[in-house]
């Protein structure tokens, strides 16, 4: 992912011939092992040693946490964020000199609830994930528009990093009355639960989040080729995105890294849009940065461009508004499962369409938020 992410931010550079607001860019990577308790040293070595200005990251959402915290204690660095998907980064008590040109792991479901709704006819699901933040969010951002439609969840199973029982979930989804399971599960978990369940006679169709349909998944053997065609998911990007900002993001990573994937990651893309923006508004200054960054801070809050997914702008809490997109999987004439755009969901904001006080007032992401019914 590391990796993904130094493509990502080499690849806005290059678009820029390595030059910003009248003078040259250095790129300087520091990298580990995710580990949150680290990011706030990780980040002080590029302020003090490599003297650095402007700080894209990090790749996680717990990173993201403290790198936030940590932002509140340098005012005089500009920080946009990396890959991180936490909700709260810019929610709840965002620090002034933080900028997030991506959406979170809400903004990533947009969509899906009303594509269930109405284009699948669901009206009951039960969902499956594991026991932390990020799928707590991801199974909100789904059931957020789904239950405003008149959709309920009749259960939700949480289940533990590891050993997994997969058969007892399964066996308690026998008697379940839902018309669909929303996995939010990434492809390899994905991939143990489903040969399971349909091993023990599963039919169920499937809802999966936005890291449940890779290729890991995807490229699995034919059992899922013969099950998973119709399944629907959202992602904050498309891998069948026919649009030619994508296909021309798509053909110059490709252009750049023949031996990496066939298409960037969501990484590539994170910090593909964050490292453009901060180049953009670098332009939008003519490379200055004195004056307390005022300046530059209020050019990223005004700034609004198109990204290889869609035109991005920010809110007042300088967070992301975005496209997202609702993709199903079909049989290409490769004979390969792939994605496949059903449905865009425009300018979606944080709050999902709700308001600051209605969306604040659900909760936080957790098991069983929201309440539905």
């Not at 300088?318 to 449905?343: M, P, S, T």
């Given at each position: ?5 130094k493509?990502?931010?080499?690849l ?5 011939d ?7 860019v250095?790129l300087i990577?520091?990298?580990g092992?995710?580990?949150a308790?680290a990011?706030?040293a ?11 200005q402007?700080?894209?990251g ?13 932002a509140k ?6 920080f946009?964020?990396g890959a991180?998907a936490?909700?709260?980064?810019t929610l ?5 000199n933080?900028?997030r040109f991506?959406?979170d792991?809400?903004?990533?479901m947009?969509g899906l ?5 109405f284009?699948?006819?669901y009206r009951q ?8 933040s990020?799928p707590?969010?991801q199974?909100m ?13 009749t259960?939700?199973h949480w289940?533990?990093f ?5 058969a007892?979930i399964t066996?308690k989804?026998e008697t379940s009355?839902a018309d669909?399971i ?7 978990a994905?991939a143990?639960?489903l040969?399971q369940?349909w091993?023990?006679g599963?039919t169920?169709p499937?809802?999966g989040?936005?890291i449940?349909f890779d290729?890991?998944l995807?490229g ?10 119709g399944a ?9 995105d026919?649009?030619r ?6 053909a110059t ?7 990496a ?9 994170s ?11 670098l332009?939008?200054?003519?490379g200055e940065?004195?004056?307390g960054?005022n ?14 997914a869609?035109r991005?702008s920010?809110?007042e809490?300088r967070?992301a508004?975005a496209?997202n997109y609702?993709i ?7 004979n390969?499962?792939h ?6 969901a ?10 600051r006080?209605?969306y ?5 992401p957790g098991?069983?938020t929201p309440s539905?019914?």
């Amino acid at each position: 992912y590391g990796l993904e992410a130094k493509r990502g931010a080499e690849l806005a550079l290059a678009e820029f011939d390595g030059r910003a607001g009248g003078k040259p860019v250095q790129l300087i990577f520091e990298t580990g092992d995710a580990a949150a308790e680290a990011v706030q040293a990780r980040a002080q070595t590029l302020v003090s040693k490599s003297n650095a200005q402007i700080i894209v990251g990090p790749l996680s959402g717990g990173e993201g946490r403290a790198l936030k915290a940590f932002a509140k204690t340098a005012p005089t660095i500009t920080f946009l964020n990396g890959a991180s998907a936490a909700r709260d980064l810019t929610l709840l008590d965002p620090a002034a000199n933080f900028f997030r040109f991506t959406t979170d792991a809400a903004q990533w479901m947009a969509g899906l609830g009303r594509y269930a709704y109405f284009d699948k006819g669901y009206r009951q699901v039960v969902t499956l994930g594991e026991n932390y933040s990020f799928p707590y969010t991801q199974v909100m951002g789904f059931l957020v528009e789904f239950c405003a439609l008149g959709g309920s969840v009749t259960e939700h199973h949480w289940l533990p990093f590891s050993d997994k029982s997969y058969a007892a979930i399964t066996a308690k989804l026998e008697t379940s009355e839902a018309d669909a399971i929303f996995i939010a599960l990434d492809g390899n978990a994905a991939a143990d639960f489903l040969t399971q369940y349909w091993k023990n006679g599963g039919t169920l169709p499937i809802i999966g989040s936005s890291i449940t349909f890779d290729p890991t998944l995807l490229g699995a053997n034919s059992i899922f080729h013969a099950r998973l065609l119709g399944a629907i998911a959202a992602s904050p990007l498309a891998d069948g995105d026919q649009g030619r900002g994508w296909q021309q993001f798509v053909a110059t990573y490709r252009a750049h890294y023949p031996d990496a994937a066939e298409v960037p990651s969501l990484f590539a893309f994170s910090y593909y849009v964050n490292t453009k923006a901060a180049l953009l508004a670098l332009d939008a200054v003519d490379g200055e940065l004195s004056d307390g960054r005022n300046a530059f801070h209020e050019a990223l809050a005004e700034l609004s461009f198109d990204t290889p997914a869609g035109r991005v702008s920010l809110d007042e809490n300088r967070q992301a508004i975005a496209n997202n997109y609702v993709i199903e999987i079909a049989l290409g004439e490769d004979n390969h499962l792939h994605h496949e755009v059903a449905y865009v969901a425009t300018s979606v904001d944080q709050t999902l369409g709700l308001g600051r006080e209605r969306y604040l007032a659900l909760g936080a992401p957790g098991p069983e938020t929201p309440s539905c019914p």
